[in-house]
């Protein structure tokens, strides 16, 4: 299943950050975070619940970049 | 600008009013006796009023284990500078920072913008009628086949037929080409273009995501993920490379000072230890500020993003900045005829040798063929161009493998090849022209010959032409037509080459082996209309689908999609993405030269702490207005 998140975030760099931290979070197969678009694409593993793993994704970014949002 | 940009812009002007008279202030141009501390704690002030939320950010990141990002980097040279006691100079290094983040903030914005003109096409409803209503739904919940209902200034939602109604669609968002297209009942109707003059109604046939608005959409934002090789790099060059120049700072601060006081070479110029180790710290925090790495960060991305989009706006889709690299270096470009270099449909496109008028020859042989359904009736039909009555042809004779015999008006008439012509005993002329011959004899007597061939496109010359001129060294034809058609329409259009005779599987080898004669870094492009080619499309290192508004398998198989079927935009696609390469290498190494020169001034000392900012806003500044420059290609 994929799903296309709006996000906001600073800087490109910053965006890159963003998407190494959703990618090593559990339940997301795959993800790519578009700067220039502001929008980021989730692959989830099967069976994986979106709404609770975007949850953790949005922790494990402010993580990385406490200043960005995902619009869930 | 937006919320946050304005609040940057307000807390960078306030501290400025308040930096000024501080530092007239410090540097004695003003006398004003204050303690040290006093003028400390007034420096403060607008020092974390502008920069408060850097120093946060770079305390959550060391919290959280992301240490060094370009925020650690601005605070420990700022705070660094402010301990050796130049306050000035470290609130000011925090102040021009941040007029270099809203720059940059304000320029993504706005290219940002210019590209979301490109994606305007989504459509935020469909109406549909119940009751007599309408009703707006979520074109997402639309069935295939339904009827929906668009009302003039109304984006087309779905892609469907017309069943009821007539008007201009303008589809400039979806092809760059600014010409209305009329459609009327029966006519195929794309989503994203914009219904301007009549209602319709529209039966649908696609459901919204395979719809073209969505595909198209679909590839444009996905194409940003598709990162080139420079964009790669300098991510990665970004994750090492602010390590490393901590490293180098922090080298930087405390090796010469230790060499110098165990050697005590190079003391003299130094009051005391304590000058030694504080003039080494702010060389190290100089070097710091210069090596912000932001200014390749966000131009190289934004260079390739304003290229996808500037080509976007001219109807040329590319579906990921890896294209766009590999584009620039095109050097063999082939072919797929039909419909690439001809239109792909069949037209008269001369008569000789008539003892009548040329129009009334190609009536004679439109209303002899007027039963069949043979294309070549059609392209007589087409050229005649008035209905036919079909009352006046009686004893229609259709003679397999060499055309037909009817009686027209009274008049015997036989249309056929050459080896009709010799059957009736006559003498057919041959023609000079290459093309499908069809002769006619009326009466039982030789008329002339009516030429069928497939149409030149306009700018298929042209097309070639600025091919050349993009430094596009070979350009080669594969057809399926025979050699004398190939030879013939190679000619015309001025092309380096061409191979006839093909089978769709020939055509697939023929790339493998032009791809083989490549090497040395030259790319080849295919270019196809994207019906029967995608394995060529997708084996050949950029594949590029023509008038591929539509058509699903062509989308899905090329690299660059052209919307519209113009093949000039071929040489365009080249040229932008050559002008966005260019503008990528020239901020590579304008960055990384003017930091690596001012890295080495301020390790030599030579360089103090307004430099260093001037180098990093100032080098920031330049590479993003650059990389905007990727947008202007309307003219290239």
Redesign the interface.
Known sequence: MKKSYKIDVDCANCANLMEQAAKKTEGVKDCTVSFMTLKMKIEFEEGANAAAVMEKVRASCKKVEPDCEIFL | MNQKQKKLLFRILMAAVFLVPLYLVDLGIVKLSLPRWALLALFLVPYLLVGY?IL??AF?GIR?G?VF??NFLMTVATVGAIALGEYGEGVAVMLLYQVG?LF??IA?GR??RN?AALMDIRPDYANIEEDGQLVRVDPDEVEVGSVIVVQPGEKVPLDGVVVEGSSNLDTAALTGESRPVDVGVDSPILSGSVNMTGLLKVRTTKGFDESTASRILDL???A??RKSKSESFI?KF?RYYTPIVCYGALALAVLPPLFCMVTGIGMEPYASVGALWGDWVLRACTFLVISC??AL??SI??SF?AGLGGAGSQGILIKGSNYLETLSRVKVVAFDKTGTITKGNFAVTAVHHSPFDDRKLLEYAALAECHSSHPISKSLQAAYGEPLDQGRVTDVEELSGHGVTARVDGHTVAVGNDKLMSRLGLESRPCHHVGTIIHVAVDGAYCGHIVIADELKENARRAVEELRRAGVEKTVMLTGDAESVAKNVAQQVGLTDYRAQLLPADKVACVEELLARCGGGKKLAFVGDGINDAPVLSRADIGIAMGALGSDAAIEAADVVLMDDDPVKIAKAIRISRKCLRIVKENIVFALGVKLVCLVLAALGIANMWLAVAADVGVMILAVLNAIRCLAVKDL
């Open positions: 939320d946060r950010k959550l959280n992301q990002d370009e983040e940059q903030s993504v290219s940002r590209i444009v934002e996905n940003a993920s991510s970004a790495p932001c960060v966000i991305p934004l993003f």
